[in-house]
């Protein structure tokens, strides 16, 4: 089946570095991916849409400048938190949509600590 | 705008009992309607999905979902569960060209011996 890898599955930092997150898509190209944030005891919020070779396309509310979207291949999409402050520290999921299965796969997960 | 309610944030079952989890959309056109469970500290794993066809769906580990139309609901059921069941379990709902997904708040299944 198809698979996503995330990477890193959990990171701290110190407050002000920036943090890159990396989602791949192991057997399969995926065109669009997607960047979510997780809050404890909550449901995933949808923070952009990343398209290969294109801007991202964020979310009402969330910072473009702060969370650097880059989607240079068809499989692999990148998620930098600039800046980082505690207030950052959250869960983030990514997930690649398969164009061959009409579905979408979700990496595991990295849980950011900003210290 | 779609919108994905599910109205039960917390259920407890026994081992071997049924377990049925509410889900409630709220879309214009026909929708994409998913169910993920996610155990802690990890990522979403899909359950099963409805594009359309037969409105009955099977998934893994034993889940079946049905979508009814009417009362715009994909209730997602399993008939005996276990213990390997306990999890968050999120409702879905896909749209557009990009296929973006809405999901519902979340519930917290836990499974008593």
């Known amino acids: 089946g198809a698979v996503v890898s995330q990477h890193p599955s959990r990171v701290i930092c110190k407050s002000g570095t920036s943090v890159k997150i990396e989602c791949r898509s192991l057997?399969?190209?995926?065109?669009?991916m997607f960047w979510y944030r997780q809050f404890p005891k909550q449901s995933l919020m949808l923070m952009a849409t990343s398209n290969e070779g294109s801007k991202a396309t964020y979310e009402q509310g969330v910072e473009k400048d702060k969370f650097l979207i880059n989607h240079a291949s068809l499989t692999l999409s990148t998620l930098t938190v600039t800046s980082a402050h505690p207030e950052d520290s959250s869960f983030y999921i990514c997930?690649?949509?398969?164009?061959?299965?009409?579905?979408?796969?979700f990496g595991s997960g990295t849980r950011l600590t900003v210290v | 705008a779609q919108s994905v309610t599910q109205p039960d944030i917390h259920i407890t079952v026994s081992e071997g009992a049924s377990l049925e989890l509410r889900c409630n959309y709220s879309y214009g056109a026909t929708p994409y309607l998913f169910w993920y469970v996610q155990s802690p500290g990890q990522g979403l794993q899909l359950l099963l999905k409805?594009?359309?066809?037969?409105?009955l769906v099977q998934g893994i580990k034993g889940f079946e979902a049905e979508f009814k139309r009417s009362q715009s609901s994909f209730n997602l059921r399993k008939p005996s569960v276990h213990w390997s069941d306990a999890a968050e379990y999120f409702c879905?709902?896909?749209?557009?060209?990009?296929?973006?997904?809405?999901f519902g708040a979340g519930t917290t299944v836990t499974v008593r011996a």
């Open positions: 997930s690649a949509r398969d164009d061959r299965a009409s579905g979408y796969t």
């Open positions: 057997d399969f190209q995926a065109t669009t």
């Open positions: 879905a709902v896909g749209e557009g060209g990009d296929y973006k997904l809405s």
């Open positions: 409805y594009f359309s066809g037969d409105t």
